[in-house]
């Protein structure tokens, strides 16, 4: 029986790590002595993607793996998306008449997948050594590190900061490479013990200097690197919409990928195997494996339980109470003992329910206070007016009804406002996704508006947002009043924001094609006409960018944050306030005069406009002074005919010369300085909504179009010339050297 045992525990790890490293049916698990688990494999209808191709060269024996069909040797695959490669060294080497010999910078490249910034550094080894490593796929980035030493005797053994050896970390969302290494003074004072300068990425842990290495780094031609891998490009709630290309099997768990788009999957606690296979997560005999119980143990999918016979007490589990036999008799002792202790829990127990009822009468009146400081009386007694049309929304599916939420209601959708939640911090407040008990999932904004004089204001705002039914805003579902600041519940947009397609790496920029760039300009345009010319009172939204343009899994515009945004009353045609926006974006003319009008969303949203046309960000110090700003870039190249150059390649190749010049012709006439000399949005609007039919329908003949562009926006010759350009330039560097007012008069 003793030796029974270890063999069946021995046979039960083997069948585990079989199950782990199993490959599709039919294809070949192993490479040699490395296993290959799907989703990777070794030949077509192996292999989940392409990405996920290994070869095999049988010419060496062991046989070798290696990534794709490139020559990067592949000697680990770990299920939980990691997987190991040999890695080249960069070398700088000087004979002894201080010439240099040897010259080696490597590049490796790996497509998916990206280099673990957890599991490796970046390291060089030398007296008179300096290295660099550089990426562009990915993430675009330069890093490096100094090594000096003027004797062998000055370094010190298993230390790497800078004496002999320096190392530095990799960034995230790396996918490749390039080494270089070189010496500052070809290494002539050090020559006699380091003759050569080495640099390389490598696993943790795996490499420790030495004194050694500085004459010939002991031989070593390549090191261990340690990449990442997940499926796919988007998140886990994205991809388990399509079940039928979802990679994640029965009783597997879903992650999303830390290090660049994607997701991983891993087999549920209790179950081990290939998460990535049908049945490939087989359930664990915790029983046999590691005998967690005391006595009686039976394995349940997933999990197991421990129980003790008749006449015996505990929970018969080792690492717990066990199985004790029962007494037969208690002594009074135990009995008196036993009585007190449960009357002193009684008393306890009775403080303690006084102590919590008068907590939460206090928490109540605290929580009247709030309501009734954040205006909420007065909403409640505006809200029986809006009941008749609710409920004829209702009938006709309209809208959705307008809903005041409890505190603990959102505290229990974002997880008490864990840090995990939060979807975006602005001026305005910080944003959490949440998600409700009806399972909606939806954004919750808490405000940092706490002035008693603009709670009228504020009510009034949340009436007349609560009430706009527009398919391009986002829309806004309900409130909660009885928190200190007011928090305000939104539907969730799943996609990101405008910005992070056009301007982040990391995402797709295919997906935002031409159409799809006029599109949302058009959708754009429709929701601020919308609000300037169809809303009573007008609203004027004051912060038109690219951040608070949301798309949806259609690439569908949601305009968003009316934080910032005014009620227009209408009487009047301007409006006196403090200057609020965002640089790059905000009108020249609302910032000098802070007199407020529908037009400065105009202007906004000619700055939009160049951003979608030229894929370049409003404002960037990156960039030369003279293209910092993109908007007086945008006009002195019209002006100079070069619209061609600034404009992004992506909608070059698909786009129409001609179009992109009409489309140009728009954005120039929204940024005029002078606010009467720029179209309403209704007009813009239009204009885009013609210029989107032209070019979805090309035979539709467009020269009422050019007629209405003629008359709204000048000739084309205009848009490349004219004082205009010198009053913008004027007016920007004003902007530029002053810090916008803090603004605390919206939402």
Known sequence: MSMSLP?????????????ASQALPGCENLCGNISVPYPFGTRPGCFKSDYFLVTCNSSFNPPKLYLTTSLIEVTDIFLSGELRIQSWIARDCYNKQHLRVVKNNPWMRFRKFPVSHTRNKFIAVGCDSYAVIKGSQGRKYTTGCLSLCDSIDNVINGSCSGIGCCQ???????????????????HSSVWDFNPCSYSFVAEDNTYTFSSLDLADLQGRTSVPVVLDWAVGNETCVAARKNQTSFACKQNSKCYNFDNGPGYRCNCSDGYEGNPYLSNGCQDIDECKISSPCNMTCHNLPGTYVCSCPEGYQGDGKKSGSGCSRIPRKSLPLINIALGISISISVLLLGGSWLYWGFRQRKIIKLREKFFEQNGGIMLLQKLPKR????????????????????EECLKKATNNYHESRILGQGGQGTVY?????????????????????????????????????????????????????????????TNGTLYDHIHTKTRS???ITWENRLRIATETAGVLSYLHSDANPPIIHRDIKSNNILLDENYTAKVSDFGASRLFPTD???????????????????????QLTEKSDVYSFGVLLVELLTGKEALSYDRPEKERNIAMYFVSSLK??????????QVIKEGKAEKLKEFAIVAKGCLE?????????????MELQGLRTVEKHPWVNDSNNAEESHSLLGELSNAYGGDENTRISASYDSMVNHVISPFDDGR
Do not use: W
């Not at 409920?391 to 307008?402: D, H, L, V």
């Not at 045609?573 to 905000?586: A, K, R, W």
């Not at 100079?640 to 390649?649: G, H, M, N, W, Y």
């Not at 300085?673 to 007009?683: A, N």
């Open 509 to 511: 920029t295919s997906l």
């Open 168 to 186: 530095t970390i990799i960034p995230k969302e790396v996918r490749s490479y390039n080494i270089r290494v070189n010496s500052y003074d070809n």
């Open 673 to 685: 300085v002078k606010g009467d000399e720029r179209p309403t949005m209704k007009e813009v609007a």
């Open 387 to 406: 009941d008749e049309s609710v409920q004829s929304s209702k009938r006709t599916g309209s809208a959705k009804s307008f809903e005041i939420y409890t």
């Open 572 to 594: 009047q045609t301007q409006l006196t306030t403090l200057v609020q926006g965002t640089l790059g974006y905000l009108d020249p003319e609302y910032f000098q005069t802070s």
């Open 433 to 493: 996704k949440g998600i409700l008990p009806d399972d909606t999932t939806v954004a919750i904004k808490k405000s940092k508006i706490g002035n008693k004089s603009q709670v009228e204001q504020f009510v009034n705002e949340i009436i007349i947002l609560s009430q706009i039914n527009h398919t391009n805003v986002v829309k806004l579902l309900g409130c909660c009043l009885e928190t200190q600041v007011p928090l305000l519940v939104y539907e969730f947009v």
């Open 640 to 649: 100079e005919d070069r619209l061609l150059e600034i404009v992004d390649q």
């Open 7 to 19: 063999l069946i525990f021995l046979q039960l790890l083997l069948a585990i790590v079989v199950a």
